[in-house]
């Protein structure tokens, strides 16, 4: 659905406009909003962040047509004007263009001409739309990816890798912040969000620090994967600094609010199986992990309590010289028909 701002001092235009476009609005593929003048057209512009194109008239009170014009691209550089009046002289036209217009539609208006202009520019503002992601999503692919995969990903070979998959030993991670949905509730979204990253920076650093690769984030949580050797190990170290971190956080007082930084953390080792998991149709495919070993790593992060790592007596037995421990008894997991014995790991 295209959203268009119409801008005229004449009334009777808003309901013609109705009329003309009734189909089209009640097949949702326009949507209109209407000032009366530039002055009103700016404020339009700031509350309906979505419009995609301005139809404007020149001669209005209190702000004019192209006043509008020159004010535009400050309010909004992806939107595209055209000017539909009854001045049709080619002066006014190139007044009009050379402060920006799109395109001229001379009053008496023939709907269909008109219609079909606002086609072609809704069309031209998409192609500006999709162009300019693009380059963002270009540009963060940038951030985080090194030149020599980007230029791999250009060729073929990488299209026919996309679905290859294999079996593998390694260790999972699940790393909760707790008690963080409490105060997304309460708290401004760009708040949450500011401080939600603030700490997934510290965890990441401290993941990748110990060779560990960030599987992906699912809200306040992070699935981290290590191989190699002495991935579990690896793993562990990880969650100890990350809980080392947090504690070094002083509590954190938004409004009447207190948010104490902690952890709750999951960890397993065995088999699991690596591959792009998703739809190769829509390209839309996700690297990651996934098998019974993935799957309790989960459910040992979920019966956590805020400062534990939980494992599981086998992989108790793997570590249990290297670091020091805490029973914390049998527990039923999710999905799980047996109990298991699991272990809070101290230091």
Do not use: W
Not at 51 to 64: A, F, G, H
Not at 147 to 165: A, Q
Not at 319 to 344: D, H
């Amino acid at each position: 659905m295209a959203k268009i701002l119409v801008v005229d001092d004449e009334a009777d235009l808003e309901i013609l406009v109705k009329q003309k476009f009734r189909k089209k609005i009640r097949e949702n593929i326009y949507e209109f909003v209407f000032a009366q003048n530039g002055e009103e057209a700016l404020e339009r512009v700031q509350e309906h962040a979505d419009i995609d194109i301005v139809l404007s008239d020149i001669n209005m009170p209190v702000m004019d047509g192209l006043t509008l014009l020159s004010r535009l691209p400050d309010a909004n550089p992806m939107l595209k004007a055209v000017v539909v009046s009854a001045y049709g002289d080619m002066q006014s036209i190139r007044s009009a263009m050379n402060r920006g217009a799109f395109d001229f539609v001379c009053k008496p208006v023939d709907f269909d001409d008109l219609d079909l202009t606002m086609q072609k520019t809704i069309e031209h503002v998409k192609q500006l739309q999709q162009t300019i992601k693009a380059i963002k999503e270009n540009n963060i692919l940038k951030m985080y990816v090194d030149e020599n995969v980007l230029n791999f990903m250009t060729h073929k070979e990488f299209e026919n890798s996309l679905l290859k998959n294999e079996v593998l030993s390694g260790t999972v991670m699940f790393l909760d912040v707790c008690g963080f949905t409490k105060i997304t509730e309460q708290v401004p979204a760009n708040t949450v969000v500011e401080l939600l990253n603030s700490l997934f920076d510290r965890i990441v650093k401290e993941i990748i620090a110990q060779g560990g690769h960030v599987d992906k984030f699912m809200g306040d949580a992070v699935m981290a994967v290590y191989r190699g050797d002495y991935h579990l190990d690896r793993a562990i170290d990880t969650a100890l600094a990350v809980k080392a971190q947090m504690s070094s956080i002083q509590p954190i007082v938004i409004g009447d609010k207190t948010f104490e930084a902690n952890i709750s953390v999951g960890i397993n080792s065995g088999e699991m199986v690596s591959g792009n998991i998703g739809s190769a149709s829509l390209k839309r495919l996700d690297y990651t992990v996934i098998g019974d070993s993935v799957n309790l790593a989960q459910r040992l992060q979920s019966v956590a309590k805020a400062g534990q790592i939980v494992i599981t007596e086998p992989v108790y037995q793997q570590v249990k010289e290297s670091f020091k421990f805490e029973m914390l008894g049998e527990v039923s997991l999710k999905n799980k028909a047996n109990q298991y014995t699991i272990y809070n790991v101290l230091e």
